[in-house]
């Protein structure tokens, strides 16, 4: 079977809560009660209502397998160029170790790049050692602190 | 004399561009040749079309102290929140060390919170320990790498 490549739909929003819920960080964060916490479907409609973000989930089948966000930001520096930043990167846990993720990588940074985008850029929580492991072995360097303020 | 807070015009530009051009790192990577670049130009243009990003400038009298932008981002996660990213701070060499940077970065941050954010996030150059100590002074936590991939 291939990997299909699709924005998310209103439809998809109570699996892609859950598969937020279930990852170690997620858990203590996010609220998967059913029906939604309505602060799910209002950001979900502003992402939809927004050309610069995507929410993009990959499919096997009809089985979810995994869900990045992608934001492009147009920017002054580096000359005047358009950027891709990427969030909410997650792959259910019944599709790891199978290359899923890569592929899912690959593919975004295919948007990327038809976009425009001279940069992809993203954050990873320094409590994720895997996932740290996974983006510099996709060729992305820790040149940067990731800074957060929570208010 | 106040600080001004305000988004940035066209006729700004080339003041901007100096400025980002000035800049330990900017001076390897922009080009402050006048005419701008087009490119720079788009890149604004892009900026001011869209409602989730702000490109700040501050003002003293007439001066230019300072700028940054900032990018307002939906996400599904923290049950689906906005989110504030900072990029492309600089503060005019000319007015550094007066504390104009935090007056800045409080402006921006009653901008997140009017917008309704809960989180505001950014990534510094690890090349630049005055920024990474300036970001800890303000409360910032460097939780997170920060990845980037040149395309």
Redesign the interface.
Known sequence: MELKYRSAKSEDLES??TL?SKDPL?SQ???STIPL?S??????E??ER?P??E?LVVELGSSLVGML?I?F??????????RC?I??VRIHSDYRGQGFGEKMFEHA?SL??NKG???????????RPDA?RF?EK??????????????
């Open positions: 892609l809560v937020l997620g964060r996010e609220d916490n602060a799910y479907i209002a950001a979900f502003a992402i927004d610069n973000n929410l966000q934001t930001i147009p920017y002054l520096t580096h000359k005047g160029s358009w930043l969030e909410g940074i990327a790049k985008c001279t940069i992809v850029q993203l954050t990873s929580d320094k409590q740290i983006y996709l060729g992305f360097k820790a040149t940067h602190e990731g800074f957060k303020l929570t208010l």
